[in-house]
C-alpha cells in the first residue's frame, strides 16, 4: 500500500490553557522529500513535532504520519517514524553502541538485525571509532551525530529532525547536510531548523510557520520569486531624485534609499532583468549622475523569512 | 525486559548505588550484631527483619528518587515516549528494574543468614517466610518511591515525598500509641493506623507465619502506587 503523502497534517491545533501555540495548521510532506520546516523560536515548530511524533497529544485536528493517526495509532506512528529530538537526550553513563543496541531492542529489533544497523548507521554518521565510547564524555557534535544515528536505527521510512545541525562544526555541518540529502528518495525528511542556507541546501520544499500557523510554503525557489530580486544601486547624485527617477520606470515595485549624501545607495525592488539594469543605467547617466556601482543582490531565503515572520518588518 | 535491563546496569555506573548499598549494609549490620547476633538469641533472623523498616524506609526513596524525575529532568522522557513502548511497558520496566535491586539488597543479607548457618541451625521455613515478608515489603515501598518520582522532575522532592509516606507506614504503629482511645472516633483512627503500619503485617512473617490478609496489605498497596504512577504518567502528556 502506498501513500501519496508520508506526512498529512489537517488543522491541527494545540493549545497550552489559553495560549495556542498551534493554531489549525494543514500541511502534507509527499513520500520521499525532504520539507523545511522553519520558524522562529516559539513559533510552534517543536509543539508541531512533537505532536507528530506522538509525544503530545493535539487539541485539534489530525495529523496521520505513514498512514497512520497519530492519536488513534500511535504505536504504529512511533515505529515508522525516527525522530530526533531537539535537545538530543541519551544515557551519558552508557557507552554508544549500548545506547544504540538499548533503543534497538526497544524497537523490537533482534540480535542479528540489531548488529547490522548499528554498524550501518555508525558508518554513515562517522560515529564508527567512537562505539565504544561513554556517551557523556563525546563532544556535542558527537552526541548529535549519535542521536541521528539512534533516528536512523530502526530504517524508519519517516525522518523527523529537530534541528539536526545544532552544535556540530562547519565541516560536520556539511556532511550532515550531505548525510540528509541523500536520505531522500528512501525516508520522507521533515527537518526543523532555523538555519536558512541548511533549507536551500536540501530541502525540496519549505514550510514557514510563524506563531502557531503557517504564514508561506512552497519551494525555496518559489518563495523567493515571491519576494522579486533586488538590485543594488550606488550613484553620485541626490537621493530624493535619484529614488523617483528609478520608480518611474515601468516594471520596478519600490526603490528604498539605503545609504543618503553626495553618493546614495538605493535598493530596487522588481522583476530583475538585464533590460532593467540597462535601462537604469541609461537613465542614470542621462541625468548626468555618476553610476559608482550595480549588482544584483539574490533574494534570500533570509530575506524572506524575515519578513513574513516579523510583522513590524513587513514593508513590502 | 529492555528497560529494566538498562535500568540496573545504569544503577551500577550510579554512585547512588553504592550510597544506597553501604547504607542498608551499615545499617543491617548493625542489627544484626547488636540484637540478632549475641550470645542467647534464638538463631533466627526475626529481629533482623522487624528492624529492617526502620533502614528500607529512608533507603528505598535514595534508591527510587531518580526513575523518573532523571528522565524528566534530561528529556529523555520524550525519547522514551515517542519509542514504540507504552506507558505500561515503561512502568513495568522502572519497576522491575528497581525491585531487582532491591533483590540485590536483600541478597547481601546472605551473609548474615550464612553467619546464623555457621553458628547455628535456623529454621528454614521461617528464615523463607522473612526473605518473603521483605521481599514483599520492598515491592510496596519501591512502588510508592516509583509514584513519587513520576510526579516531579526533582529528586529531592520525589526522595522527601516517599520518604515522608513510606516513614509514616514505618512509624504509623507506634504514633497510634499517642492518639488518646477516649470517643469512638479516636479509638478508629487508633485501629486504622495499626493496620496501616507496615510493622503489623510484617510481624507475622518474621515469626513464620504467612497470613493471606498480610499479603493482601502488601501486594494491594503496591497495586494502588503502582496504579497511581500508571495514571501520572498517562495524564503528563496532557499536560
Not at chain 1, 148 to 155: P, V
Not at chain 2, 2 to 7: F, P, Q, V
Not at chain 2, 152 to 168: D, E, R, Y
Request: aromatic share 10%; with cysteine; glycine share 10%.
Amino acid at each position: 500500500m502506498s501513500h501519496a503523502a508520508d506526512i498529512v497534517v489537517d488543522r491541527l491545533s494545540k493549545a497550552y490553557g489559553a495560549f495556542l501555540a498551534v493554531d489549525r495548521i494543514s500541511f502534507e510532506v509527499p513520500k520521499g522529500t525532504i520539507v523545511g520546516f522553519l520558524g522562529p523560536n516559539g513559533a510552534g515548530k517543536t509543539t508541531t513535532i512533537r505532536m507528530l511524533t506522538c509525544y503530545l497529544p493535539p487539541t485539534g485536528g489530525t495529523a496521520s504520519v505513514a498512514g497512520y493517526d497519530v492519536f488513534r495509532q500511535s504505536l504504529d506512528v512511533r515505529k515508522k517514524i525516527g525522530y530526533l529530538p531537539e535537545s538530543t537526550p541519551l544515557y551519558t553513563e552508557m557507552r554508544v553502541q549500548e545506547y544504540l543496541d538499548f533503543k534497538g531492542k526497544l524497537h523490537g529489533m533482534d540480535r542479528s538485525t540489531r548488529q547490522k544497523r548499528i554498524a550501518e548507521v555508525a558508518a554513515r554518521c562517522w560515529i564508527t571509532d567512537r562505539l565504544q565510547s561513554v556517551i557523556g564524555t563525546l563532544s556535542k557534535g558527537y552526541r548529535q551525530r549519535v542521536g541521528i544515528a539512534d533516528a536512523m536505527l530502526h530504517n524508519p521510512p519517516v525522518l523527523v529532525l529537530d534541528e539536526p545541525t545544532v552544535g556540530l562544526d562547519p565541516s560536520q555541518i556539511r556532511e550532515a547536510r550531505r548525510l540528509i540529502s541523500e536520505l531522500a528518495g528512501d525516508h520522507t525528511v521533515l527537518l526543523s531548523t532555523h538555519i536558512l542556507q541548511e533549507v536551500e541546501m536540501v530541502c525540496k520544499r519549505v514550510i514557514i510557520i510563524a506563531n502557531g500557523k503557517i504564514v508561506a510554503q512552497g519551494t525555496p525557489d518559489e518563495l523567493k520569486n515571491r519576494l522579486g530580486s533586488g538590485l543594488i544601486v550606488e550613484v553620485r547624485g541626490p537621493a530624493d531624485q535619484v529614488r523617483s527617477a528609478i520608480n518611474a520606470i515601468p516594471g520596478i515595485t519600490g526603490v528604498d534609499v539605503l545609504q543618503n549624501g553626495p553618493v546614495c545607495r538605493v535598493g530596487v525592488r522588481g522583476k530583475n532583468s538585464a533590460e532593467l539594469r540597462e535601462q537604469i543605467a541609461a537613465l542614470v547617466s542621462l541625468r548626468g549622475w555618476g553610476l559608482r556601482e550595480m549588482r544584483t543582490e539574490g533574494a534570500s531565503l533570509e530575506e524572506f523569512f524575515v519578513r513574513i515572520t516579523d510583522p513590524g518588518s513587513a514593508a513590502a | 525486559m529492555t528497560i529494566a535491563k538498562r535500568e540496573v546496569t545504569s544503577l551500577f555506573f550510579s554512585p547512588i548505588a553504592y550510597i544506597v548499598m553501604f547504607l542498608f549494609l551499615l545499617y543491617m549490620g548493625l542489627v544484626f550484631a547488636g540484637l540478632v547476633f549475641v550470645p542467647g538469641q534464638l538463631t533466627e533472623l526475626r529481629r533482623l527483619v522487624d528492624f529492617s523498616r526502620f533502614g528500607l524506609f529512608f533507603i528505598v526513596p535514595l534508591m527510587t528518587m531518580s526513575l523518573f524525575s532523571d528522565e524528566y529532568r534530561s528529556g529523555r522522557i520524550e525519547m522514551l515516549r515517542t519509542s514504540p513502548i507504552t506507558e505500561f511497558d515503561l512502568l513495568l520496566g522502572k519497576f522491575i528494574g528497581a525491585m531487582f535491586f532491591f533483590l540485590i539488597l536483600l541478597g547481601l543479607t546472605l551473609i548474615h543468614l550464612t553467619l546464623l548457618m555457621i553458628f547455628g541451625h535456623p529454621d528454614y521455613g521461617q528464615t523463607f517466610s522473612c526473605y518473603l515478608g521483605l521481599a514483599l515489603m520492598g515491592m510496596m515501598f519501591v512502588s510508592v518511591g516509583l509514584f513519587y518520582s513520576s510526579c516531579t522532575q526533582n529528586q529531592i522532592v520525589a526522595a522527601l515525598g516517599s520518604l515522608l509516606t513510606l516513614g509514616f507506614f514505618t512509624f504509623s504503629g507506634g504514633l497510634s500509641e499517642l492518639i488518646p482511645g477516649s470517643t469512638k472516633i479516636f479509638e478508629w483512627i487508633h485501629s486504622a493506623m495499626i493496620y496501616l503500619s507496615v510493622g503489623t503485617h510484617l510481624e507475622d512473617f518474621s515469626k513464620g507465619v504467612l497470613d493471606t490478609s498480610h499479603l493482601s496489605y502488601f501486594l494491594g498497596f503496591s497495586a494502588i502506587f503502582l496504579f497511581m504512577t500508571y495514571l501520572v504518567l498517562e495524564s503528563r502528556k496532557w499536560r
